[in-house]
């Protein structure tokens, strides 16, 4: 909903929203591929181990990005 002015009344726009949603996401991935690492180990299972701590590093590198690209919607209201 947009006022006579053309500003927005939500409190957060979609694209902040679907920023906020998907740093969201990346922070319980990262916190089930904890769980995920925890499990190889009881296991003795190194290779899934390692994997599952790149997989686990990847969507913290991811979350760091969109958490710098939702910094700059905020601050600007757009990329």
Known sequence: MTTGNGQSQQPITNLEYDFITILHNKAAAVQAYDRYIQDAQEANS??????????????????????????????????
């Open 46 to 79: 190194n290779p899934c181990v390692e994997l599952f701590q790149k997989l686990r590093q990847s969507e913290i590198q991811e979350a760091q990005e969109i958490r710098h690209h939702l910094q700059q919607v905020m601050a600007q209201g757009r990329m």
